[in-house]
């Protein structure tokens, strides 16, 4: 009997997609666990804090490529309507990819201006031309999901995480600073244009069209407008830190939230990935829809919440072994902002939800909501210092997140809502 029930649980095709971005994530983290071992020893958080800001402002200017818009409208919608939209798609992908990238070119100077540092002006140009990658792959990975073999993205998350930590160390070792943090992100995009052209066999065959492309940008923009206010949410305090507590801060800081919130925002994508395909398959259906809902919601349930316990209970220990003494003092940072993460999966999972059913207004609506509440905690904790910022965090994350979670819930399932168009 038992026997019989693990055999059905692991022929659920979202366990097993689960289980492939699972195990990427785990080849992630041994190899990024040298990586951080040996930025954390070499680099200073000085140099954590200019890398920091480039990374910061890549997050901000990757909202606006839609790729994750572009890529949610291909993966939930009628299978008739897959190829003209992926057509449109692609040239839409050109366009705003191309605009981005000259967009961060030019807003590097004014950001130096910001924090008062020259030295970020190059690298944030150089990170910018990922951007010219981006169309070459991202409709044949919004396919692949779309046809829920996220076994091929899991090989492309652990083959560039081999690459991009093997990088990085050699180029720390070699004493190049925060560009040991930048440079492996774009020398191994790469990788992403290769597995998935090999792994599908779509091709833009269609001259330059944007046929239907208000039916995308409808979708997507309500989409945009929640991912940029999370990007200024998950942003909002280094952007302050660094503003008014100094580049040294914002280090400490960027260390404290990296190794406190990595492996659980890691955990977080991957169950993203595999959850949403899994809820666009039931969308007409909600019987079945809450069924998948509350199955994907106890597995990550069971994974998050005894991870983040027991990271957090034991960041006292092996903080200062594996990362160094100089280290000691983001201990309290990094507890705090670990347990913010308890809340995110169920939040993440109502979101997925709402959007699988059409609603993405909702989400803009709560994202916008929250994202002023968090930006007057932080406003008034950053006066406090760097720990005060992270109990802001944890906070707000704390008292908001379930409510919207239980709220969410009981809208989808409490109520039969009409059937999506």
């Given at each position: 009997?038992?026997i019989?029930k693990?055999k059905?649980?692991?022929?659920?095709q979202?366990?097993?997609n689960?289980?492939?971005l699972?195990?990427?994530?785990l080849a992630?983290r041994?190899f990024?666990l040298?990586?951080?071992v040996?930025?954390?020893?070499?680099?200073?958080?000085?140099?954590y804090?200019?890398?920091a800001?480039?990374?910061?402002?890549?997050?901000?200017?990757?909202v606006?490529s839609l790729?994750?818009?572009i890529?949610?409208k291909?993966?939930q919608?009628d299978?008739?309507?897959?190829?003209?939209?992926?057509?449109?798609?692609y040239?839409l992908?050109?366009?705003?990819?191309?605009?981005l990238?000259?967009?961060?070119?030019i807003a590097a100077?004014?950001i130096?201006?910001?924090y008062g540092?020259?030295q970020v002006i190059l690298?944030i140009?150089?990170v910018?031309?990922v951007y010219?990658m981006?169309?070459?792959?991202m409709i044949q990975?919004?396919l692949i999901q779309r046809?829920?073999r996220?076994n091929v993205l899991?090989l492309?998350?652990?083959t560039?995480?081999l690459?991009?930590n093997?990088?990085t160390?050699g180029l720390?070792?070699?004493?190049l600073?925060?560009?040991a943090i930048?440079?492996?992100?774009v020398l191994?995009?790469?990788v992403?244009?290769v597995?998935?052209?090999?792994?599908?066999?779509?091709?833009?065959n269609?001259p330059?069209?944007?046929?239907?492309w208000q039916?995308?940008?409808n979708f997507?923009?309500?989409?945009l407008?929640?991912?940029?206010?999370n990007?200024?949410r998950?942003?909002?305090?280094?952007l302050?830190?660094?503003?008014?507590l100094?580049?040294?801060?914002?280090?400490l800081y960027y260390?404290?939230?990296?190794?406190g919130l990595?492996?659980?925002l890691n955990?977080?994508n991957?169950?993203?990935?595999?959850?949403y395909?899994?809820?666009?398959s039931?969308?007409g259906?909600?019987?079945q829809?809450k069924?998948r809902?509350?199955?994907?919601?106890?597995?990550?349930?069971l994974?998050?919440?005894?991870?983040?316990?027991l990271?957090?209970?034991l960041a006292p220990?092996?903080v200062?072994i594996?990362?160094?003494?100089?280290w000691l003092?983001?201990?309290?940072?990094?507890?705090?902002i670990c347990l913010s993460?308890?809340?995110?999966?169920?939040a993440i999972?109502?979101s997925?939800l709402l959007?699988?059913?059409?609603?993405?207004?909702?989400n803009?609506?709560?994202?916008?909501?929250?994202?002023?509440?968090?930006a007057i905690s932080?406003?008034v904790?950053?006066?406090?210092g760097?720990f005060?910022?992270?109990a802001a965090?944890?906070i707000t994350?704390?008292?908001a997140?379930?409510?919207f979670?239980?709220w969410?819930?009981?809208?989808?399932?409490?109520?039969?809502?009409?059937?999506?168009i």
């Amino acid at each position: 009997m038992i026997i019989n029930k693990l055999k059905h649980k692991l022929s659920n095709q979202f366990i097993r997609n689960l289980g492939s971005l699972g195990g990427a994530e785990l080849a992630n983290r041994i190899f990024r666990l040298a990586t951080t071992v040996t930025l954390a020893r070499l680099l200073s958080p000085y140099d954590y804090g200019l890398a920091a800001v480039v990374l910061t402002t890549r997050d901000f200017a990757d909202v606006f490529s839609l790729k994750a818009g572009i890529g949610a409208k291909l993966i939930q919608a009628d299978e008739r309507d897959v190829e003209v939209l992926s057509n449109t798609s692609y040239w839409l992908n050109w366009i705003l990819c191309g605009t981005l990238f000259i967009i961060q070119c030019i807003a590097a100077f004014p950001i130096a201006w910001f924090y008062g540092n020259t030295q970020v002006i190059l690298p944030i140009c150089i990170v910018a031309t990922v951007y010219l990658m981006l169309p070459t792959y991202m409709i044949q990975c919004a396919l692949i999901q779309r046809e829920n073999r996220l076994n091929v993205l899991a090989l492309c998350t652990a083959t560039q995480s081999l690459l991009s930590n093997l990088l990085t160390i050699g180029l720390a070792l070699l004493g190049l600073g925060m560009w040991a943090i930048v440079l492996p992100i774009v020398l191994t995009s790469p990788v992403w244009i290769v597995i998935n052209r090999m792994n599908h066999p779509w091709r833009v065959n269609k001259p330059f069209t944007l046929y239907r492309w208000q039916e995308i940008a409808n979708f997507a923009k309500n989409v945009l407008g929640s991912e940029l206010l999370n990007k200024l949410r998950s942003n909002l305090d280094y952007l302050l830190v660094g503003r008014f507590l100094g580049i040294d801060a914002l280090g400490l800081y960027y260390f404290a939230f990296n190794a406190g919130l990595g492996i659980s925002l890691n955990v977080m994508n991957s169950f993203i990935w595999a959850m949403y395909p899994h809820l666009c398959s039931a969308r007409g259906d909600l019987k079945q829809l809450k069924t998948r809902f509350f199955s994907g919601f106890k597995t990550i349930a069971l994974v998050i919440v005894p991870l983040v316990l027991l990271q957090s209970s034991l960041a006292p220990f092996y903080v200062p072994i594996v990362f160094g003494q100089k280290w000691l003092t983001a201990i309290p940072i990094l507890v705090l902002i670990c347990l913010s993460a308890l809340p995110r999966p169920f939040a993440i999972a109502a979101s997925l939800l709402l959007q699988a059913k059409d609603k993405t207004h909702i989400n803009l609506y709560w994202d916008l909501i929250f994202t002023v509440i968090f930006a007057i905690s932080l406003l008034v904790a950053v006066k406090w210092g760097i720990f005060w910022v992270a109990a802001a965090v944890l906070i707000t994350h704390g008292l908001a997140l379930p409510l919207f979670t239980i709220w969410t819930i009981r809208y989808v399932f409490g109520k039969k809502l009409p059937s999506p168009i």
